[in-house]
């Protein structure tokens, strides 16, 4: 069997084990890096290059970053503004309650924010008109827009990461840069804040009981307010090197300088050894890692070729940008409405970057779609675990809701697709 085969073979391995999220994401990249190496494929530097790469060691510091901000008070602060505004006008209680959940997405994943804001919300009586059963879905609509948008903690490495995906497969000057994704992406968020402020008036007032699917309890931060100030100093640092990151000296220290941040929030005892490891060692960073050796399988084999080829035979219907920019928008769009977000997006963006490289296409705009329409998981509860929880929580029947989440899900993509097609179109 050539290795061209085999790669595609350990590939489709790769995405079946990922789509049927019965394993974590960074055991199946292992396990595909080890049949790699065993079949002959890559040699083991060539197959786990990835545990090495700057980009990976960016991410896993970020995540320890992010992990760092969640033992401070942020979180409870802003909490004590929401209690301040219950029994105020409607429209302002309704502002604040998407200013704070907009400042948890800053700081922390997408489900810890949806699990903490459920306890706010078990405050609101079920008799006004801002209720829990009316306010928790257009949350997971915002979440779904807003979680990793702005280049504060993850959201800041959000373009690195998903090189990591296509490093092997496209050209050093076809990979995303730092602000790439966030041109595309603030767009159909900063559209979806009125859809939120007066889409909540369109589900139905209900009793809920909050307290049976709400996950974390908000504790004060144990952590002295100078080591609280110490992560915040440490977050604002990072955030202005990466911004900065077209300056020679900035652009130097990029991908090292968020480890230096880790490394002396350890020194200070911010965070102890045993949640210094788990943070840099999650299942995503591991999973980032070994897709590197898939996607130089991909390149190193010829599989890449072939497999973009045969995408490319799929839209040889039409030349027209936009339209390319839409299928691959919208099939990210579905998949991801019953099946991981970041499963979707981790087999979709090096087939669909291959299919770009051989169609002579400008692969941005189109990985930049899959980045974005990955995260439209507000229709159906298999979404994300993020949704799940939202529809326990609402008690919400997905199908009685249809008339509201395709609508906008169809917009979402097309208002996706425009702009990507206007700042990255594929022709160049």
Not at 122 to 146: H, K, Q, Y
Not at 199 to 207: A, N, Q, R, V, Y
Not at 308 to 313: A, V
Not at 319 to 327: A, C, R, V
Request: hydrophobic fraction near 55%; charged fraction near 10%.
């Amino acid at each position: 069997m050539s290795p061209t085969t085999i790669t595609i073979l350990i590939t489709v391995l790769m995405a079946v084990l990922f789509l049927s999220g019965k394993f974590p994401f960074g055991l199946v990249t292992m396990l595909c890096c080890v049949l790699l190496v065993l079949t002959g494929v890559l040699t083991i530097p060539e197959a786990f290059s990835g545990l090495s790469n700057q980009t990976i060691v960016m991410v896993a510091s970020m995540f320890a970053l992010s992990t760092a901000l969640q033992k401070t008070n942020l979180a409870l602060r802003l909490k004590g503004m929401l209690s301040a505004m219950s029994g105020k006008k409607d429209f302002a209680l309704i502002v604040v309650l998407f200013a704070i959940y907009f400042v948890m997405l800053l700081i922390m994943p997408g489900i810890v924010a949806m699990a903490l804001i459920i306890g706010f919300l078990d405050a609101l009586p079920d008799t006004g008109e801002v209720t829990p059963s009316r306010i928790i879905m257009p949350l997971l609509m915002f979440n779904v827009v807003w979680e990793g948008t702005i280049p504060i903690g993850m959201g800041a490495t959000i373009d690195f990461s998903t090189n990591a995906y296509m490093e092997s497969i496209v050209s050093a000057e076809q990979l995303l840069v730092f602000g790439n994704t966030l041109s595309v992406k603030i767009v159909p968020a900063i559209l979806m804040i009125p859809v939120c402020l007066f889409i909540w008036k369109l589900f139905p007032k209900k009793e809920l009981t909050l307290s049976n699917v709400q996950e974390k309890e908000m504790k004060a931060s144990t952590l002295p307010q100078w080591k609280q100030n110490f992560v915040y100093a440490c977050f604002i640092l990072v955030i202005v090197v990466l911004v900065l990151n077209k300056i020679s000296f900035f652009g130097k220290i990029m991908w090292i300088f968020p480890a230096a941040c880790v490394v002396a929030m350890g020194v200070v005892g911010v965070m102890n050894a045993k949640e210094l490891t788990l943070a840099v060692a999650s299942d995503t960073v591991w999973m980032l890692a070994g897709i590197l050796g898939v996607t130089a399988a991909l390149t190193s084999s010829g599989a890449a070729d072939v497999i973009g080829n045969f995408l490319l035979t799929l839209i040889s219907w039409t030349d027209n940008s936009f339209m390319i920019m839409l299928i691959v928008c919208t099939f990210t769009a579905v998949m991801t409405t019953f099946l991981s977000n970041s499963g979707v997006k981790s087999v979709l963006t090096p087939l669909v970057a291959a299919m770009a490289v051989a169609g002579g296409m400008d692969p941005r705009g189109l990985i930049v779609c899959i980045t974005v329409a990955s995260g439209f998981s507000f229709c159906f509860p298999t979404g994300s675990t993020t949704c799940a929880l939202a529809y326990a929580a609402g008690e919400y029947n997905p199908f009685k809701i249809m008339k509201i989440t395709i609508p906008l899900l169809i917009a979402l993509c097309l208002i996706t697709s425009l702009v990507a097609n206007i700042i990255f179109p594929v022709w160049g």
